[in-house]
């Protein structure tokens, strides 16, 4: 039988990333993520940058996403495999805190999973979509 809860395929360590992201359970984000991780957000998107260890990962890009937007959340929509690449196809949906506009974006997003972990993750997204509502 399969146990999504503890497996280490890597579809599954993906997938309860997601869950967790959308269940705001940090501890759990942080569960999926190597204690070495480079975590990517593309440039031109306003927390652009690699950012390292899980705690970094969850402070200066989950918890920053929360401060500055109402609902963010990322729809994992499909998944392609192959071997530890995992490469899911989403949305971001959110509504910017301070000019009150919306967003549902397409985005793709690129993971690498070995031993049961998120080793490295990039992001790729249109950025000027972010940033027009993020300005008045």
């Not at 910017?96 to 506009?101: A, D």
């Not at 690498?112 to 972010?130: C, K, N, P, S, Y």
Request: no cysteine; proline share 4%; hydrophobic share 40%.
């Amino acid at each position: 039988m399969h146990d999504f809860a503890t497996s280490t395929a890597p579809t599954d360590v993906v997938r309860r990333q997601y869950l967790a992201s959308a269940a705001g359970d940090l501890n759990a984000l942080r569960a999926t993520l190597a204690p070495d991780v480079e975590w990517t957000e593309m440039a031109g998107f306003p927390l652009a940058g690699t950012y390292r260890t899980p705690d970094t990962v969850t402070t200066h890009v989950m918890e920053q996403l929360a401060k500055d937007w109402d609902d963010w959340t990322a729809h994992d929509d499909t998944y392609i495999a192959d071997g530890e690449n995992v490469v899911v196809l989403a949305r971001y949906t959110a509504t910017n805190k301070t000019t009150r506009k919306p967003i549902d974006v397409r985005v793709a997003h690129h993971f690498v999973v070995r031993g049961g972990l998120i080793v490295r993750f990039e992001q790729f997204v249109d950025t000027a979509l972010i940033r027009d509502a993020m300005n008045d």
